[in-house]
């Protein structure tokens, strides 16, 4: 349930909008973090924030435990947006729920925006026969989407399992 409440709350905060032509892949044993098509962040949510100027931060969600609370927060920089668990006893750790990159500036992920479609594709074994569309690459838990025009990327997003 909670992984379903993360995945629309991701796609309704990024909005991402599912189109007509999208490719559906699987992708097993995909990964959020620690693999080569994962995301690349910092360990610590200090860090995190100091990756650049955070322009706006929202809180989406705060849950009481038995000593503690996690706060699901979405950090926006300019053209990345991080969507993160934080945890009141560990300041400094945080789980990934999702990150949207939209500007070429992040090198946050193996893949750039306005790198070439079928560079892209060919790195996760597909091959794209449009210029333009959305291709979305499913793990057991965890997707990765990607979005085209052109033949350039425009979007890519991760959507993370927290448990």
């Known amino acids: 349930m909670a992984l379903l409440r993360l995945?629309?709350?991701a796609l309704a905060l990024f909005g991402l909008v599912a189109h007509a032509n999208t490719v559906e892949m699987p992708l097993p044993g995909f990964q959020c973090q620690g693999m080569s098509h994962s995301v690349r962040l910092p360990g610590k949510l200090s860090q995190l924030r100091a990756l650049g100027r955070v322009t706006e931060e929202q809180t989406v969600h705060v849950q009481e435990w038995d000593g503690y609370k996690t706060v699901e927060k979405m950090l926006r920089f300019e053209g990345l947006y991080v969507q993160v668990i934080t945890f009141s006893n560990d300041p400094e750790r945080y789980s990934l729920a999702a990150l949207h990159l939209e500007s070429p500036k992040w090198q946050v992920s193996p893949f750039r925006i306005g790198q070439p479609t079928s560079e892209a594709l060919a790195r996760l074994g597909?091959?794209?026969?449009?210029?333009?569309g959305t291709w979305r690459f499913s793990g057991e838990s965890e997707t990765l989407h990607i979005e085209s025009s052109s033949g350039r990327l425009f979007r890519v997003v991760?959507?993370?399992y927290t448990g």
Not at 126 to 132: E, F, L, N, V, Y
């Open 7 to 9: 995945s629309l709350l």
């Open 158 to 160: 991760y959507e993370c």
């Open 126 to 132: 597909a091959k794209g026969s449009s210029p333009t």
